[in-house]
């Protein structure tokens, strides 16, 4: 998704970026009444595992004859995932797919070499509509940057859940908790909503180098110390680490996987190991060759598209 291009599309790597994080404080934009919170990329941290980017949208309450409405536009070198806690988004690409991204579902695009999709909340808006829900982006290994596009749809009832003592959650990606997503991933990661009541703990999965957590409603409690809604907190690998809600009990996203095998560079909505190929497919995708090119419109919702920024 890029509806949010408030920040600068250079993206500090390397040097530039501290080794660690504990805690992430995430930029808030007012989109006009739309709230985005952007916790990845940060100055501190440019990844959590392979997850590169994450953004919180909403909750927007949109009235009668409104609602997100993203034309075409391009991805490289990532795989993405719009997760939906309220409302309903209509996924259009350049492969022919068209699908519906509704609450708790996965629809996992993977951009490859190249991919053009759209999202919109195109069906009749008779009645006022809310929106929240999270938007990530996984940076592929460099060895499957330039591979085929390809998107698979998981409705939510084919996730594994797991319940008890307190806690209710729902595995979105990879493998974590002796569970396994159907989604298959180029790479190792895990991804989950988890729901806790009042004081109910739940270990992060130790068979992952990196981990981390997004609070989105509540609060928890880690070591000793209470973190509110709207943090994100990185850990250190190799910690056993036990997260506790507090007393009004707490909604989090936990993240992490194998960390990448180098620095990612990002322009607009491009991710690659060099900055070589973030120039390759910025040309290609401003010279507009819808039919020969590297990049085509959604055939499905090829009227218009998004240019690409200036710089």
Known sequence: ???????????????????????????????????????????????????????????AEFLTGKGLDVRPHPHIGLGTVTYLLQG??????????????????????????????SERMDEP????????GLQTWLALPE???????????????????LEGEGKRLRLILGEAWGARAPVPLVNEVFYADAMLEAGAALPLPDNHEDRGVFILQGQITVGGQEFEAGRMLVFRP????????????????????ATMDGPRHIWWNFVASSKAKIDAAKEAWRAGDWTHGRFQLPPNDAEEFIPAPDR
């Open 143 to 161: 060895k499957h940057e330039e591979a085929p596009a390809d998107f698979i749809h998981a409705p939510a009832d084919t996730l594994p859940v």
């Open 125 to 132: 808006k008779a009645f006022p509509q809310t929106l929240l």
């Open 238 to 257: 190799g910690d056993r680490i036990s997260l506790r809600a507090g007393e009004g009990g707490a909604r989090i996203m936990l993240l992490g996987g």
């Open 1 to 59: 998704m890029s509806w949010n291009p408030i920040l600068d599309p250079e993206i500090p790597i390397g040097d530039a970026v501290d080794a660690i994080e504990t805690v992430i404080v995430p930029r808030t934009r007012d989109l006009g009444g739309f709230e985005v919170r952007r916790a990845l990329p940060a100055s501190a941290r440019q990844m959590v595992g392979p997850f590169i980017f994450f953004d919180q949208f909403g909750p």
């Open 88 to 117: 309903r988004i209509h996924h259009r690409d350049s492969l022919g797919t068209d699908q519906w991204i509704e609450p708790g579902a996965v629809n996992w695009m993977l951009a490859g070499r190249g991919i053009t999709h």
